[in-house]
């Protein structure tokens, strides 16, 4: 957030309580918030507005739930996307991560903790790795540390940034084996108040996308260790 112009930021929520409070906390800290109250629109916004990052309820009306939203999104973007999710739904987290969003925060959740999620994340984005054309290899997979890219065999594989940042954070690692809870407090930061199976899904989700060649194991009672 260097430059002059404000953090554009998409919130797509049909309640319009939490839409206007969320809006609220978001303005107060220097964001451009812009509204959609369901599916369709949120995506029209997507497309016209760029945002940094898009806040995503899990339930919206009409034909294209929060899910959706989330799939429709990845098939073109990786913007940073934190969904919205009601207390007891744990299936909307662990799909809405494996559709690649990057975190999520549970209904009721304080205004204040969302913010916080939404700079953490936009941290990450725009990340401390810029300018430093760092090139990590691992078995076929280059982690391109200063494009942000990951590539198998020379061709670049699109990941979710989160998925990115567990890649990266591997990389900078290999040979150790890494506990789910460094992973959570390295990639997702210490403030993270999650669940380690999120590291889980992330890592199934890597796996799929980089293949045989990403020399990723599991290490039985501790974690993962890139070779
Ligand atoms: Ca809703």
């Not at 309820?57 to 073109?76: S, T």
């Not at 799909?95 to 941290?123: C, H, N």
């Not at 293949?211 to 009672?221: A, K």
Request: aromatic share 6%.
């Amino acid at each position: 957030m260097a430059g002059s112009d404000p953090t554009t930021i998409v919130l797509i929520e049909d309640d319009p309580n939490i839409a206007d409070l969320v809006d609220l906390y978001l303005r107060n800290d220097g964001y451009r918030v812009y509204q959609a109250n369901n599916g369709e629109a949120g995506l029209a916004l997507v497309r016209d507005r760029a945002p940094k990052l898009v806040i995503l309820d899990v339930g919206l009306p009409g034909q294209l739930d929060g899910l959706g939203v989330c799939r429709e999104l990845r098939g073109h973007s990786d913007v940073p996307i934190i969904m919205l999710t009601a207390r007891d739904g744990e299936v909307d987290r662990v799909l809405g991560l494996e559709m690649g969003a990057d975190d999520y925060v549970t209904k009721p959740f304080s205004p204040r903790e969302l913010v916080a999620r939404v700079k953490a994340i936009l941290r990450r984005a725009d990340g401390p790795t810029r300018g430093a054309p760092t090139v990590l290899a691992a078995g076929e997979v280059e982690v391109d540390l200063g494009r942000r890219e990951a590539r198998v065999g020379g061709d670049p594989v699109a990941l979710a940034a989160r998925e990115f940042d567990l890649l990266a954070y591997l990389a900078e690692n290999r040979g150790l084996a890494l506990s789910r809870r460094q992973l959570l407090d390295g990639v997702w930061g210490l403030d993270w108040i999650g669940d380690e199976r999120t590291v889980d899904v992330h890592v199934r989700q890597l796996r799929k996308k980089l293949g045989d060649g990403f020399p990723l194991s599991t290490v039985w009672g501790v974690g993962y260790r890139l070779d």
